[in-house]
């Protein structure tokens, strides 16, 4: 749950420990003899996990996926990076690094250098404010064209034109909803909160052809500080309605509600990508060409994991199971047919690719933001963050400030899915020092949903101040880093309700384990590496295909993240 609003070790080292990681060399047997390509086609499927990967190419052999594994390379021992959230997974991708040079901690955050949303006046002290890379950042939060005004009010489908929406989704945000840069008092894009630069970037500076889809407007950021690295984008915005009868409605069911409804969404992005191997635009008009770096993110396998219950497939009475069996680890009806909608959409592009006979030329990447936990539901305890951070705020008050019920409450900001990052008004090692022993002990059983035991607030490990700095790899000065990072008990979920049974965030295995497979010509047939490697290698590696120089991204010479061969 979003709450908009020294290490301690509670039982056991957390799974994966963590992100500032010196950076895996490339493997020794995969052929290092790279045949330069014409175009890389990266694909990321939120939420897909290496064994759900495994598990489906098994299941089905005649499968799209079967074949490219078959084809390429799958390297089944990746990690994304820490926070396991869809911003800094993508953003890792695209640039090499981790938040350590990205800056990039989740899509949510709250930053102690900026003024609030809003403000137009930046006279005195700078009191820190929300950093929300969002859908609230649309013109309009309830629809799928994020208030470009192209949805036919009152048609069967309203949705008819959304490929007409425009290729620069800067246009699509509202400087308003934005966060404020001190030094200049503007609002801060997307784009301009990166640290370092893109692989997208670079292919430009290379008078390259670059495009991508994906699930905001804010997606933006993909075009790094220069804000020209993504020549054509189609970024339709997901959490709005999928109501045909109320199509900008923010209080209507959005598209990750209904599994059905999430591959609807999605089916406009695969057309997108479709239309760009066509030589076209996002929209299909013109003929710019085949862009040498393009793609898009699937949401559905996300959606076929969190929904308790959803339509699918041959079964829309809304009661098929989502997420795993009970051995957890087979996906159930509705991620099977997740699972499925994603290979078929592959099938599209690669049928495409050879039609326009770029399949010699193109190096297709299939890997993921993040994974999701847990796959046992057995395991599942959700936990109302709301209710800890309430106490731990009137905790504060009564110790340090005298109960006055006009100070300001401890914890400025917190996210928390299946992990927990909390960011403080008061930074000092006091205050660190208290919301540390206070996590510690919150015990209170009334907060889990389930109606399971609480302890230790759900978490297995905690840093806080200098530690949760460290823990990044910055310093504790850093206006952006979280001042509590809390590892999260295996299964439990932070919300106030039931409408969701996995969540990313933490640093399980589950979260992170995540695919990276490459296709491309020269390419060692069926090779399986099992290496550990990252999903931040993956920017270097297709800048080594294209033939470019990885070193051209600021966090490859930042962190020495090298290409994956």
């Not at 933006?220 to 009868?245: H, R, T, W």
Request: aromatic share 8%; net charge negative.
């Amino acid at each position: 749950m979003k709450n908009r609003t020294t290490t301690v070790t509670l039982g056991g080292l957390a799974a994966g420990i963590l992100s500032a990681l010196p950076a895996i060399a490339g493997n020794d047997n995969v052929n290092t003899n790279v045949t330069k390509v014409d175009h890389v086609l990266l694909i990321s499927v939120d939420g897909l996990h290496q064994s759900d990967l495994a598990w489906y190419v098994r299941a089905f052999p005649k499968s799209t996926l079967a074949s490219l594994v078959a084809q390429g390379v799958d390297y089944s021992n990746a990690s994304t990076p820490f926070p396991s959230d869809s911003f800094p997974g993508m953003v890792g991708q695209v640039t090499g690094g981790n938040p350590l040079s990205t800056g990039i901690y989740y899509d949510d955050t709250w930053n102690h250098d900026v003024f609030p949303v809003g403000t137009t006046n930046c006279s005195g002290p700078v009191p820190g404010g929300e950093t929300a890379y969002t859908e609230v950042d649309d013109i309009n939060l309830g629809a799928l064209d994020a208030g470009q005004g192209i949805l036919e009010i009152g048609a069967a489908d309203p949705w008819v034109n959304i490929l007409k929406m425009f290729a620069d989704p800067k246009k699509d945000i509202s400087p308003a909803h934005l966060p404020v840069d001190p030094r200049t008092c503007a609002p801060i894009y997307p784009n301009m909160y990166l640290h370092v630069n893109t692989l997208f970037e670079v292919a430009h500076q290379h008078h390259l052809l670059t495009a991508w889809s994906d699930k905001h407007p804010a997606y933006q950021a993909l075009s790094g500080p220069s804000g020209k690295g993504v020549d054509d984008y189609f970024c339709p915005e997901i959490n709005s309605s999928a109501n045909a009868m109320a199509p900008t409605d923010p209080n209507q069911p959005d598209w990750t509600t209904n599994n059905l409804f999430t591959q609807q969404y999605d089916g406009y992005k695969v057309q997108a990508v479709v239309n760009w191997i066509n030589g076209h635009r996002h929209d299909g008009t013109g003929n710019p060409g085949t862009p040498a770096v393009f793609g898009m993110n699937f949401q559905t396998v996300s959606t076929g994991e969190k929904l308790p219950t959803s339509p699918t497939e041959g079964d829309t009475s809304g009661t098929a199971k989502g997420g795993y069996l009970a051995d957890g680890a087979t996906p159930g009806v509705v991620l099977t047919n997740a699972l499925t909608f994603v290979d078929q959409s592959l099938g599209e592009m690669v049928t495409a690719l050879g039609n326009r006979g770029l399949l010699g030329t193109t190096a297709i990447i299939i890997s993921a933001k993040h994974g999701q936990s847990p796959m046992n539901l057995a395991a599942l305890n959700r936990i109302d963050d709301g209710k800890i951070i309430a106490a731990l705020n009137a905790a504060w008050n009564k110790s340090h400030q005298s109960g006055n019920p006009n100070a300001t409450p401890l914890v400025a900001f917190g996210v928390d899915d299946d992990g927990m990052l909390l960011w403080l008004n008061d930074r000092s090692s006091t205050a660190t020092d208290y919301a540390k022993q206070f996590l510690t002990q919150y015990n209170d059983s009334s907060a889990s949903v389930d109606g399971k035991p609480v302890t230790s607030a759900g978490l297995i490990q905690i840093y806080t101040g200098v530690a949760a700095a460290q823990l990044i790899g910055v310093a504790q000065s850093d206006s952006r880093v979280p001042d509590v990072i809390g590892i999260a008990q295996y299964g439990v979920v932070y919300t106030g309700g039931k409408a969701k049974i996995a969540e990313h965030g933490g640093d399980h295995l589950e979260d992170r384990n995540v695919p990276i497979l490459i296709s491309w010509p020269g390419a060692t047939p069926g090779l399986n590496v099992t290496d550990p490697v990252e999903t931040t290698q993956i920017a270097p590696t297709i800048l080594k295909l294209l033939g470019l120089n990885p070193n051209e991204l600021q966090a490859v010479k930042i962190e020495g993240t090298q290409p994956l061969f």
